[in-house]
């Protein structure tokens, strides 16, 4: 069984697109060493208002794992959504492809009719789920075309 834990927070990082893409960068480098040490994987969307993110793993290091992320100054008001044990993971990588609001992707959040921003406080776990697992199958999409056509 894998444990999987969702979660909301608000993004607290000042300074605008360049502020945000500098702590992303961060964020990603820590989390790529940490989740691949301790064996986590998951999804994690943004906007410059909050963050959602899905943490799969053993139960004790995801549980670590969101212990040391909630007290991330980076964010606040980290809240969890949802704990459950599934049968396999369902976000075998990390990632936050897709995440990005490009055009492209878009059109994933609003087949999901989410337009404008996200608001994960009026939000079910599973449609965080949905969500996630749509932009990471629109994500695996991109980079097969674009190896097909390299
Ligand atoms: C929204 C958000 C998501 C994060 N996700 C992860 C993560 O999945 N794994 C991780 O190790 N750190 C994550 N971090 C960073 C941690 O809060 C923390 O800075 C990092 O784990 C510290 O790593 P270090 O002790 O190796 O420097 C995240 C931070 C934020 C704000």
Redesign the pocket.
Known sequence: MVHQLVYY?RNTVEGGDRAMLTNLRE?VS??Q???SRDG?T?F?IFDKTW?V?I?EGEKLKVTD?YN??AR?S??SSATIMNVRDVEARLFPN?TMGGAMRTPEAQEVYLQHGIGGAIEPTRLKSTQVIDLALDLQAFELSKRQGQRLTA
Do not use: E
């Open positions: 927070s964020i820590a989390s060493r940490n989740n986590i998951g994690l963050f993110q943490l794992t040391r992320i991330d980076r964010h990390w």
